[in-house]
């Protein structure tokens, strides 16, 4: 059990992470009364928080240091190994109590291994990935899935009110990052069957639109269709979710389904061709840039089409 | 131009096939006070219709003889181009400003060919696949995409209030079917998806169902997730859609999108992947049961697990 009480004025959060998702969401904090300490690897990203009342410090073990509650935001889990694991790193500097919580999409393993190293210290670790992307972030609306102790993860609860619209404590440490996982493959295969099927409607000379409204509202209808449609007909390719960031989840899910001795051939589809779309120098774009390469295997050129 | 007024009492409405779908929508019709003239392969199957006071004739000729405006609800393409387009078929006995309308998913190009053939005698085609499952069909909240002539399509508007809740001319003679194919692509990749993160979510030793709360609402919701879902996790693989016919729908936008010089590797996926779900023997349950055959590329028995 945790001896922190979480309230504005009594708990001290730390934040380290503050690219777009991680701004929004450490800025909400702030807005509810918290006292916030930030670092990030680039300054600038924070001047917004710190311009809202944050406190800077320069490394992650400093943040820990002014910090009840310490969450991480980070791209890749390369990353969260270092600023978790790594020599002087969270885990080694955890005090007893201390709360560690990461948001980044990251290895289930690992944040076992994250577990371990806190729970040595008397310390605890959750995991708690989000879905909802910048939109969400940024409105507080995102779908936060937790792995972690019940007892501190349902502590937490006036923490994930203050990010998050749904919530759910999905088992022990990993379970949140796993349920990433299928949020990620049910994303990544869907993506594939919009995008072929805008593909289709177009070399059958349709008209997209107007199709859109005959599938959309029924048993072939889904987020992706009618979020990302709309964009991909207009040609913007904006992110939303960087490709590449994709690529990295993918990779963590097959990594992961390889452990377990499960064979998903269409998640390793979705990886190949993603592979494709950051081959022809669309990593930055958004995910639904899939479009692109899907079309050039036909020698359609989507945005002259 | 038609120059038949759709209305009950003035329309003679003629229904060929009264499998679970058409027996629903033909009884709409009936119930609307329209006069219906039947024929199936299967007598048995049309005795409800029957029962309401339909007509029974004994070939889709002397139900085209009886009509004003002929409807066929067929299983396969092979079906519809004897019906229509064969020797004493619809077609070949066809009267000047006759209505011949294919509600069968069926091969755009047929769609064409049953066009052409009409219009030689001063007839019309419309090709008008649905999609919404028997639950739609007799619920008459399906969604049917429309192909053909804008002012007959048009004409026939009191018979799609009839049977359908969205209906929309999607273009010339082929473009219903077309449009339909774009759904079953969506369909196809999507369930995809949906098994193989539930398969994840399985052997990853999360509960599903509380994983369905976190991730349904958001990025990777569809339906397809939020109705079979909860049905794959039941073990309940009743149809629904069949797989086998599901199988010919893949097909037949297979070929179509070969004619159209068109890549669909997703799609390809899941023919492929279907095909194994009938070699297994499943071909007669619907579509989630993908899941069984997924399940035991990586050695699970679903319904046992």
Not at 129 to 139: F, H, L, Q
Not at 178 to 194: D, F, P, S, W
């Given at each position: ?233 207009a040609g913007n390719f904006d992110p939303g979710f960087y490709v590449e960031h994709f690529i990295k989840d ?52 989507w945005e002259r089409r």
């Amino acid at each position: 059990m945790t001896n922190v009480e979480i309230a504005p004025g009594k708990t001290r959060i730390g934040w380290i992470g503050t690219g777009v998702m991680g701004a929004s969401m450490a800025g909400h904090l702030l807005s509810r009364g918290y006292a916030v300490t930030v670092t990030s690897r680039t300054r600038s990203k924070a001047e917004s928080l710190l311009a809202k009342g944050a406190s800077w410090a320069d490394t992650p073990a400093d943040v820990s240091k002014a910090s009840d509650v310490v969450f991480t935001m980070l791209g890749f889990p390369k990353e969260v190994r270092t600023v978790a694991l790594g020599e002087g790193g969270l885990a080694a500097t955890a005090r007893a109590g201390q709360i560690f919580v990461d948001m980044s999409t990251s290895e289930p393993s690992l944040a076992r291994d994250i577990d371990a190293a806190c729970r040595a210290r008397g310390a605890h670790a959750v995991d708690a990935p989000v879905s909802g992307g910048d939109v969400g972030a940024r409105e507080a609306r995102l779908s936060i899935m937790i792995g972690g102790d019940a007892a501190i993860v349902e502590s937490l609860t006036p923490l994930w009110e203050t990010m998050g619209k749904t919530f759910v404590r999905q088992g022990d440490a990993g379970a949140g990052q796993h349920t990433k996982m299928v949020n990620q493959i049910l994303i990544a295969t869907g993506m594939i069957g919009v995008c072929e099927a805008l593909l289709y409607a177009h070399r059958a000379g349709l008209d997209a639109e107007r199709v859109l409204q005959s599938v959309a509202p029924g048993a072939a209808g889904s987020w992706s269709l009618s979020n990302y449609g709309p964009r991909i007909l207009a040609g913007n390719f904006d992110p939303g979710f960087y490709v590449e960031h994709f690529i990295k989840d993918m990779g963590i899910a097959l990594d992961e389904a390889k452990r377990l001795g499960l064979s998903l051939p269409g998640l390793a589809l979705a990886e190949q061709l993603y592979l494709s779309v950051q081959a022809l120098g669309w990593g930055k774009k958004g995910t639904h840039a899939l479009q692109l390469a899907l079309a050039r295997l036909s020698g359609i050129d989507w945005e002259r089409r």
